[in-house]
């Protein structure tokens, strides 16, 4: 294990959900692991996120990201317990269930559901009225599926970074990577600020940011900011009891009574504003699932770059021309699900062993994301 402060075994950029996990992971193994993040920890896309762990259209989506999200809700309840212990915070792993208004499911639907072990039940409009009474009388049938939860993805960061500490990683907030040590193909550390961090392993998990780091590096990493703005009301506990999706939008329904509703999608590069355009469309929505909504304040309204990549597939695993050099970016909408599964697939990857799953489809081989499906190709709309 390498002791000093500016070497590590293994250098991690980027203290998101990704980059807490994959630390996580790496400490587990023994290593001597140095994160490294350029504002605050979990300040960017991590913290801005709604929390819900599926997919909002799950069958919509590529084998590659449901093999990621079935292992992951899999692992969820274990980490959510471990995390518990050790930090003290309770990150409210909640299984409130999702509601699809609107929704009929066909076979392609029910085959999907089978093969991924994923429980679904259709429900008349009088049963969605029993199930949720706040929605407005107009809705029609619906899918339910049951076992999907939600977590306060802030409250998860936090008792990660406890954990982390407790199992002795270095974490350095305010220090920004300014490039990658590189020689003959080799990596052996990251250039900061405030100087050099020397390792032999450092894993890429700068979240939208991550291409960044490997520009001028011959292929560009295709992860590009995608902007997703939400509002936060403040109505009383048990008014919804589901995450519940309709009208292109969502509706999520934390413990204490707080419900989000989100979101856009918009291509606007690195800016992070909110808009009033926006918190009106939001806020329409919410009423049109809800109407009952319109009666309570909107306490919050924040925006989030999600780090969009083709498909919506993630880069897990060892740069193909770099050696020591591990990506672990690219979740678009679905980093929160798919981090737990990601971290492990990177971590086995790199300890040069088998995982649950073949790591072929998160390799950043010529040419992915550079023809057929571009960025932000991954289902968009919530029904
Ligand atoms: C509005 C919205 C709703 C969402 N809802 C959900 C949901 O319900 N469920 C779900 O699964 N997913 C959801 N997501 C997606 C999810 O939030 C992201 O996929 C996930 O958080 C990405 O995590 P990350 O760690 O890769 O990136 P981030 O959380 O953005 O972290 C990357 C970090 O890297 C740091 N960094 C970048 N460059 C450098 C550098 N050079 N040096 C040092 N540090 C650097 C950044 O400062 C940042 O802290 C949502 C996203 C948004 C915006």
């Known amino acids: 294990m390498t002791e000093s402060i500016n070497s590590a075994d293994c250098v991690v950029v980027g203290g998101g959900l990704l980059g807490l996990l994959t630390a996580r992971r790496l400490a587990q193994e023994g290593m001597a692991v140095t994160l490294l993040e350029r504002g605050a920890l979990c300040r960017e896309s991590s913290w801005a996120g709604g929390g819900i762990l599926s997919p909002l259209v799950p069958w919509q989506y590529t084998d590659a990201i449901s093999r990621l999200v079935e292992r992951s809700q899999h692992d969820y309840p274990l980490l959510m317990a471990e995390l518990l ?8 792993w909640t299984q409130s269930g999702m509601l699809m208004l609107d929704t009929v499911p066909d076979t392609r639907v029910t085959a999907w559901a089978e093969r991924f072990h994923c429980r679904l039940e259709t429900l008349d409009a009088d049963r969605v009225q029993l199930a949720e009474p706040a929605l407005t009388a107009a809705s029609g049938p619906a899918v339910l599926l049951p076992g999907v939860a939600q977590i306060r993805n802030p409250r998860l960061c936090q008792a990660l970074a406890v954990a982390l500490q407790m199992q002795g990683v270095t974490i350095r907030e305010q220090c920004t990577v300014t490039r990658l040590l590189i020689r003959d193909q080799v990596v052996n550390g990251v250039e900061t600020e405030a100087g050099p961090v020397h390792a032999n392993c450092v ?15 011959g292929r560009e990493l295709p992860v590009k900011p995608v902007r997703g703005q939400m509002i936060l009301f403040q109505a009383p506990p048990g008014m919804l009891r589901h995450i519940v999706q309709g009208a292109g939008h969502y509706l999520i329904p934390r413990r204490d009574g707080l419900v989000l509703a989100g979101s856009t999608l918009e291509h606007v590069g690195f800016s992070n ?3 009033s355009q926006a918190r009106e469309e939001l806020m329409q929505a919410a009423f ?3 109407p009952g909504l319109a009666d309570y304040p909107v306490i919050r309204h924040w925006a989030g770059l999600r780090p969009g990549s083709p498909e919506g597939i993630p880069f897990i ?5 770099i050696s020591g050099l591990y990506l672990n970016t690219g979740h678009f909408r679905n980093g929160v699900v798919m981090a737990p599964a990601s971290a492990e697939l990177l971590v086995d990857g790199l300890q040069r062993r088998d995982s649950f799953t073949d790591p072929a489809p998160y390799a950043f081989w010529p040419g992915r994301g550079l023809s057929g499906a571009g960025v932000d190709t991954a289902p968009e709309s919530g029904i």
Not at 205 to 215: H, Y
């Open 288 to 290: 049109s699932i809800a």
């Open 273 to 275: 504003e909110t808009t």
């Open 317 to 321: 695993g060892e740069h193909s021309e």
């Open 203 to 217: 894993v890429i998990a700068g979240g939208a940011w991550s291409a960044q780091l490997l520009q001028g590096m």
């Open 85 to 92: 212990e050790q930090s003290g915070i309770d990150p409210e």
